[in-house]
């Protein structure tokens, strides 16, 4: 949900600049801006579209400078259009901001601005900004107060960036709701919505707390808090490489992190697993309160949601512990009653969900208390959280969720024989058996890697349809949901998931020969089930592509296309039918032409309501 970017220092600004606006793309790429300061002349750049239309316009009209900032947008007030695009202006065109968030109080201060004289060129919420810092600095404050005023009268949430030609070498920055670090490396200071942002410059960071404010100058920074006081820098190493975040040999993002999630599995088994023993050496809950506790209510937003929906499952059979699942937006609207051994659960890649983190505030308003599976341990997810178990996933950066959402559910199954254990209610016989299949899981999921060939076939016959029907039972009818997230959300088709047991109460009635249906059937208690699912559909003339347990040749026979996941246990098989959906989600997106990694219209974080 837009990224922002801002360098002082001795390398070329526009390079580090575009650089950090590229690695912050997966917040949006509706368009691209840059304000750079040449002593005290202030240049600006602006271009629809991706960063590369910035690049190429810089290439024509490149700038100069010592200290910049830059943002790539993700349009909420105001269409995508040059004129919209970041930074905004005052009037005098000498003091440009940035900004990440919505100021929801825009429209008032808008007219008031307007009632003032002050002339806004576009539709955006962000124009207020420039404006109210020049009105401040016309009334005689100085940059400081004239900063502080125009912060207390936005309301909302935002991470905005500001330089002005009235304050040279001197960027000034502001949380409030939306992410914001800042960075050091040599002899130079940034700021960013991300760390990737500021690799491989920065050595240290530092995470800033909501309304926290303050400027980068040549020499260090300075953070204060709304009411003046100084704030002591964290500075925290930065152990990010520039490797990490970069697509490498791979042609996307998204396909690179499909093919890391053998080594995630591994990495997170060294770091839970110890001979059958399961270890959240970062969760701050004792096992007295966890063995207590007798409802969870998952909350969480799309794929993280899926995953949740698959840990509810887990909660049940493995922990005993009474569990729903709801769409954070939903949720935190709808009184949700807990009682005492009620714990709120929120599930997020990025920590900064703004639906997730509303209902995580939701529920410590109400004296909930409030367990968050994380990627991001930086995040203000992470902040507000009572406890908070790290995904171990790695950064993604792709725009669709993959070795984050294996990883959540891998998380939340560890967690339910976590507890299981401690409640005495899991026999540790079947926790070492379930422990075991695990353990088992990244060579399988290796060996299901490499049938992307017939997988790319499956696409090529895809890529021409205009709906898709995916259908799961019990651990894997949130695999059916995922893998139509995953294919709407990259190729356009439109796909929709359901449970199998449904499909005859409504859904049935949408397939034809031109309606392909994807049946879920691994092994397991529901599989027949499943091909009653696919015979309902065959006579309709769907055309059925299937996943399914090696060897099962009954189904196989049955199907149009199928693709085999090595035998398993059924309540961890949606971790191997995972990368099939991921991977046919990936080729048909491709078969179709379609940017992988920046979706139209989407964003990864998706931080406004
Ligand atoms: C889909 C996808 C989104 C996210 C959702 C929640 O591929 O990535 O549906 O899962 O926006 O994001 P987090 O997990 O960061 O809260």
Known sequence: MCGIVGYIGPKSVESVLINGLKKLEYRGYDSAGMAVLDGAELSTRKALGKIAELEKQLKGQPVDGTTGIAHTRWATHGEPSTINAHPHLNNERNIAVVHNGIFENYAKLKAELMDDGYVFVSETDTEVAPHL???????????????????????????????????????????????????????????????????????????????????????????????????????????????????????????????????????????????????????????????????????????????????????????HISAETDYSSEWRYRNPLASGDSLVVGISQSGETADTLAGVREAKAKFMRVLSFLNNINSTMARESDAMIHLMAGPEIGVASTKAFTAQVLNLLFFSLYVGSIKWLLPAEERREVLKEILALPEKMRKILKSHEQIKQIAEYLKDKNDTIFLGRTYNYPSALEGALKLKEISYIHASGYAGGEFKHGPLALVSDNVPVVIIAPQGEIRTKMISNLKEAQSRKGTIISIITEGDEEIKKESDYFVEIPPCLESISPLLVAIPLQLLAYYTAIARGCDVDRPRNLAKSVTVE
Not at 176 to 202: F, H, M, T
């Open 133 to 319: 810092l020049e009105k401040y600095i016309d009334e005689g404050f100085s940059l400081d107060e004239a900063f502080v005023r125009m912060l207390k009268r936005l309301e909302g949430q935002y991470a905005i960036a500001c330089i002005s030609e009235k304050m040279e070498k001197k960027i000034y920055f502001a949380r409030k709701g939306s992410p914001l670090i800042l960075a050091r490396g040599n002899n130079e200071y940034l700021l960013a919505s991300d760390i990737p942002a500021v690799i491989p410059i920065a050595h240290e960071a530092i995470y800033l707390e909501d309304e926290q404010w303050g400027y980068i100058t040549e020499q260090g920074v300075s953070i204060f808090n709304l009411a003046g006081a100084v704030v002591e820098p964290q500075w925290q190493s930065v152990s990010l490489k520039e490797e990490d975040v970069d697509k490498g040999d791979f042609e996307y993002l998204m396909l690179k992190e499909i093919y890391e999630q053998p080594d995630v599995f591994e990495r997170i088994f060294k770091e839970r697993i110890d001979d059958s023993f399961i270890h959240f050496p970062e969760l701050k809950f004792g096992k007295e309160y966890l063995a207590r506790v007798g409802r969870m209510l998952i909350q969480a937003c799309g794929t993280s949601l899926n995953a949740g929906m698959i840990g509810r499952m887990y909660l049940e059979q493995y922990a």
